[in-house]
């Protein structure tokens, strides 16, 4: 984990398989670094260690209940781990909480993507609770990392999201709709 890719690195390239529904025959679709690069969007990315865990879904539930105000910004929200498609689609058909996600979960079964960011966990070979806000340049702006014990915070991500939009200095705890900063 040595080679950690932080704020303004370019984002890796990838192409990985993800479950993009619970259709029978439209359950996965390839998903590559290129899509939201080409569609001028944002991209938020965020991992998670395992599939069938406990604090995982709680999080990727509040992702989902919060999905129209990520599509608001002009962002693509991609839920990833090192699981393979298969293992995500049956957790989403067997957990309540994730039946109904309107985000692709990206499988990175051969774990290059998470070796690449450099978030890999040195005794399970698990990802870290990482999140990636990537700009349409596919530049990284913004990276927030807990320990596999602790979930994230959904609000802030959207917060900082909205801060990084505005492309102006933005005080501590500034929040959408207040004074930026103007420098005289």
Known sequence: MNNRLFIGNKFPEFKKTAVVSLEKGK?????????????????????Y???????????????????????????????????????HAAWRRDHKDLKDLRFPLLADTSKSLAESLGILEENEKVAYRVTYIVDPDSIIRWV??????????????????????????????????????KVA
């Open 144 to 181: 927030s990392a807990n320990d596999l014990n602790v979930g994230r915070n959904v609000k802030e991500v959207l917060r900082v999201l909205d801060a990084l939009q505005t492309d102006e200095l933005c005080p501590c705890n500034w929040e959408k709709g207040q004074e930026t900063l």
């Open 49 to 87: 260690p395992k599939d069938f865990t406990f604090v995982c879904p709680t999080e990727i539930a509040e992702f989902n209940k919060n999905y129209e105000e990520f599509r608001d910004r002009d962002a693509v929200l991609i839920g990833a781990s090192t699981d393979s498609e298969y293992v």
């Open 27 to 47: 359950e996965f679709a390839e998903i590559t670094s290129e899509d939201h690069i080409n569609a001028g969007k944002w991209m938020v990315m965020f991992w």
